[in-house]
């Protein structure tokens, strides 16, 4: 039979990617989302893609007691915990929420999980937790300083998760993932990155942009020291990260780490400027993009891009595909969920 793994935070962008890789790997994902920001039609989708029935369960992580009712029945080896609530500014304007839904949510989940006889966690981490750090690549033995409430719960998670595991008598293994900049879509266009509420990342943006949906795209400065001034990131492909989460696992399952907790960078190590990722998406499209020289974003930093070699050595993994095919895929996903009219209702 095959290995149960439970997603938390399945029906979302980079979970519903997950749960399609999960199946692919001969996994069955058990799927936890309490819809906060998911629309209902992604499980549909999901099981056309995946040509399977899936479980979903629409629990908050903060409710322990549903879960572990949830995990009697269905026993699961694994957890990839994606829930969480990811908005910087949201998470300055409100840092309770944010404390209680990521961290609070955390530790209801890994307490249920342990407790029904644990296993391999692997956590949905994030590059923010290295906070405004002037370095060429970011490596995972440099210091964890985030410097916005939605980084501190991320980095706090990690503390949470390793203190546990760490325990005489804990029953679970983890591993913390740190995204760098997830983009792209799944090459089906079947699913994709769908915000129910206004995005605040350049990929979704610019499609808006593309889609007539907003008047022009804001450049939010110019005077970085970069090579042309503008903010460089390394965007991942999302296929390329849930994939990344199939092989964590995989390895965690096999009791392939000498340590019971370990953190890794998820990146191409590849950086972009946002004038390389404009000119990317004006070369898909053959049209030049309405564009504004902004202000600097407040609390963005000059460059963020991953050291993605420790990945590569523990997992086995790299990421495969660049940003043509980040652009490509996300703009074919945009088609499909335009031509559905999923978003209509946000215009
Ligand atoms: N950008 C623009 N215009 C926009 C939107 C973004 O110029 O309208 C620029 C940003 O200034 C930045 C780059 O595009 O230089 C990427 O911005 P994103 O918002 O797409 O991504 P960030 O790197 O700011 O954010 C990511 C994750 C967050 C995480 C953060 C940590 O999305 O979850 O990294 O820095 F917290």
Redesign the pocket.
């Known amino acids: 039979m095959a290995n149960k793994i439970l997603v938390t935070g399945g029906l979302g962008y980079i979970g519903s990617h997950c749960v399609v890789a999960l199946c692919e790997a001969g996994y069955e994902p058990v799927i936890v989302d309490n819809h906060s920001n998911a629309r209902a039609s992604v499980l549909e989708r999901l099981e056309r893609l995946t040509g399977r029935e899936l479980s979903c369960f629409d629990i908050d992580i903060r409710n322990r007691a549903g879960l572990e009712t949830l995990l009697q029945r269905e026993p699961c080896q694994g957890l990839i915990h994606l829930a969480a609530f990811?908005?910087?500014g949201e998470s300055v304007a409100q840092p309770l929420r944010y404390y209680d839904n990521n961290v609070g949510g955390s530790v209801s989940l890994f307490d249920a999980f342990d407790a029904a006889g644990g296993g391999a966690i692997v956590f949905s981490s994030?590059?923010?937790v290295y906070g405004d750090v002037e370095a060429k690549s970011l490596h995972e033995n440099m210091p964890v300083q985030p410097t916005?409430p939605?980084?501190q719960t991320?980095a706090m998670i990690e503390q949470v998760l390793a203190d546990m595991v760490r325990a005489r008598d804990a029953r679970s293994r983890g591993l913390a993932l740190r995204?760098?900049?997830?983009?792209g879509a799944h090459d089906s266009a079947i699913i994709g990155e769908d915000p129910k509420d206004a995005p605040?990342?350049?990929?979704?943006?610019?499609v808006q942009v593309a889609v007539g949906q907003r008047e022009r795209?804001?450049?939010?400065?110019e005077d970085?020291d970069t090579p042309d001034g503008?903010?460089?990131?390394d965007y991942i492909h999302v296929v390329d990260l849930a994939q990344a989460h199939v092989k964590a696992l995989t390895v965690l399952l096999s009791g392939g780490f000498d340590a019971p907790f370990t953190a890794l960078n998820l990146g191409t190590g590849t950086p972009y400027?946002?004038r390389e990722?404009i000119a990317a998406f004006e070369a898909e499209l053959s049209r030049k993009l309405p564009q504004t020289m902004?202000e600097?974003?407040p609390?963005?930093?000059?460059t963020?891009v991953a050291d993605p070699s420790a990945a590569m050595a523990q997992l086995g993994w790299r990421a495969e595909r660049g940003l043509e095919a980040m652009v490509r895929d996300a703009w074919r996903w945009a088609g499909a969920a335009r031509q559905w009219g999923l978003w209509d209702e946000d215009t």
């Open positions: 990811k908005a910087v994030s590059a923010t916005n939605y980084g991320k995204y760098f900049n997830p983009a605040n990342n350049l990929f979704p943006i610019i795209l804001t450049i939010f400065g970085y503008t903010g460089v990131r400027s946002v990722v902004g600097r974003r609390g963005d930093v000059a963020l």
